[in-house]
């Protein structure tokens, strides 16, 4: 072959090399470019498939709130339920509390003006009084340990008994040697040197009972350890006789 052959020979072989070149070229855009599309569909489908999943996922997150709410709905339903009765049993127990202790202090009931006092017309189970007789008995107790205190004892001390008759007395004017009236029950003829005049004397005869007397009068047989107590008559004196007994006397 010519010179000039070759070289044409070879400029074509370069040609047709550029052109397989292009060709490969091209199809190598044609497959990226398909490579391309399929990425983009793959992306469309994995998009919509999350924008699935992401709206369910979105509708089961809403769901479940409300599910939350409905339960919180029912339990501020409870709670108002719970405190509307807790308020009712406030007011029903304070209520109570005022009919118990009205207002204004301590409850002042005042006195009938009759005189009676409150409970009179109810019987009373137990007394918180004495009676006269136990009034005057508590005092006589205290007078008789005030006169036994400083009073001096005679044992043995015989005892008689006369009536302002004209047999025990000589006269009948009753008046005795200290210038009053004899009384029955109360005159005691004493012996002076023994009991002085105007005390007063207490006869013990053992029976728990103590007797007492004024030593006004005398007497011719009443001399030592010997009262004569003044009784109301005669027959009296003489059914008493005489008895022994402790006595007590005291200057008053
Ligand atoms: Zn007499």
Sequence with gaps: MSQKGEKYARSVE????????????LERRQTDSDLFTRGLRNLDTNYSRLLQSESKRHRHAVAAAQREA???????????????????????????????????????QYLPDDG???????????????????????????????????????????????????????????????????????????????IPLGSDVLVDYGDGEIHYYRADDVGGSV????????????????ALGHRMATVWWVNS
């Design 223 to 238: 001399t030592g350890n010997h009262i004569d107590l003044c009784v109301g008559d005669h027959e009296e004196a003489d």
């Design 116 to 194: 009676r006092l409150m409970g009179d017309s109810v019987p009373a189970l137990t007394r918180c009084y004495l009676t006269p007789e136990e009034t005057e008995a508590a005092e006589n107790e205290m007078i008789e340990a005030a006169l036994l205190a400083r009073a001096t004892r005679i044992d043995n001390v015989t005892v008689t008994h006369y009536d302002c008759c004209a047999e025990c007395c000589g006269k009948t004017d009753g008046i005795t040697a200290s210038g009053v009236r004899a009384t029955p029950g109360v005159t005691v003829a004493v012996d002076p040197a023994v």
């Design 70 to 108: 409905a339960r919180w709905k029912v339990n501020a339903a409870l709670a108002l339920i719970l405190l509307g009765l807790t308020a009712a049993c406030c007011v029903v127990y304070a209520t109570a509390q005022e009919e118990e202790t009205p207002q204004g202090g301590p409850v002042v």
């Design 14 to 25: 370069a040609r047709v090399q550029a052109v397989e070149t292009r060709i490969m070229d």
